[in-house]
């Protein structure tokens, strides 16, 4: 309601992009740390359920950004949107993957899912095992 309210407020005088209460904007996304810790795929189920997804990381700016936001929340590392399906990394908001920082990489076959280290890049692990993660969303425009 507060988003569609400032939207009619600025519709005639400039086109603008809001992130939702909570979310923090950095130039055309929104993103949301969420601390519970959940696996890969629950996570991913609580993106959604934001109208959300897994965030993905487009470009070094994102990352610098990301570390940053997840530095400044106390964590050392969350989920971001990586997985990898038969031996190819996908973004889960089917973004272009063209963009990588990996620190280390294990076996994809065993470790499919991938999180961002607060203080280096990126690692996979187990899809399974239970981090934090950053959500992000595109922003409302109007």
Sequence with gaps: QDIKQRCFLFVFLTERAYCPPGWINYRSRCFQIVRSAMSWLNAEKHCVSLRASLASVQNPDEQYFL?????????????????NFQGTWLWIDRAGFYYSNWLSLSSVSSYPCAYMRSNAGWSNTNCASTLSFVCSINPTVC
Excluded: F, R, V
Excluded at 67 to 83: D, E, F, T, V
């Design 67 to 83: 570390q940053n936001l997840i530095a400044s929340a106390g964590l050392p590392l969350a989920w971001i949107g990586a997985y």
